[in-house]
């Protein structure tokens, strides 16, 4: 079965900070891997994601993911952070299925961003 | 293009009610899943309509059934509410790939 670990519960940073963001994952194939931002009332919005090829995944929002297939690891960084980047951050392996895949999530990483 | 919709935003029960959920997707898309979002917990995989079938099931009693309706809309029903049903319930739709998701229905089981 497929899982993901995310360590940190929450992450406290400076604003103009970098920002490095842990996700483990556990699956027997090659993985989809995938980040979800989270905003309070809002849906989840996909960051970037991963498939194959590259791996280092360049994202919305100045985000970039690098997929270690050795550590099975998909951390999430970015150079320098925005007080709008506070938030919740998913972490998620798919499974593939019918054109398609099947996320499992982390429980989340809350990122809080002092000024 | 408005997106994922659902509706209602909020909703409370109480123990033993049934609730309905419902879902539109994106323009375009014809498969939708849904997800239960436990307070401080990731969001959970319950079911996946496609074709108005459902057609993959993650780990979720029989007391949570859906359906798609032929414009690819979808409900979630959950029977003999229980205090820990309580949670976001998020729909996505996609088709063929990336999952679009909506804002979520917050249940409170009183």
């Known amino acids: 079965a497929q899982s993901v670990t995310q360590p940190d519960i929450h992450i406290t940073v400076s604003e103009g900070a970098s920002l490095e963001l842990r996700c483990n994952y556990s699956?027997?194939?090659?993985?989809?891997l995938f980040w979800y931002v989270q905003s309070p009332g809002q849906g989840l919005q996909l960051l970037l994601k991963?498939?194959?090829?590259?791996?280092l995944v360049q994202g919305i929002k100045g985000f970039e993911a690098e997929f270690k297939r050795s550590q099975s690891s998909f951390n999430l960084r970015k150079p320098s952070v925005h007080w709008s980047d506070a938030a919740e951050y998913f972490c998620a392996v798919g499974r593939p299925f019918g054109g398609s895949y099947i996320p499992t999530f982390g429980r989340g990483t809350s990122l809080i961003v002092h000024p | 293009d408005a997106g994922v919709t659902q509706s209602p935003t909020h909703l409370i029960k109480t123990r033993g009610q049934q609730v309905t959920l419902r879902c539109s997707p994106k323009?375009?898309?014809?498969?939708v899943s849904w997800y239960q979002q436990a307070l401080g917990q990731g969001p959970q995989f319950i079911f996946q309509y496609y074709e108005e079938e459902e057609r993959q099931r993650g780990n979720f009693p029989d007391r949570f059934s859906g359906h798609q309706f032929p414009n690819y809309s979808s409900e979630l029903n959950v029977n003999a509410l229980l205090l820990g049903d309580s949670a976001l319930y998020l729909c996505?739709?996609?088709?063929?790939?990336?999952?679009?998701f909506g804002p979520g229905t917050r249940l409170t089981v009183l």
């Open positions: 996505a739709s996609s088709y063929s790939g990336e999952q679009f």
């Open positions: 323009s375009g898309h014809d498969t």
């Open positions: 699956y027997g194939a090659t993985p989809y």
């Open positions: 991963y498939f194959s090829g590259d791996t």
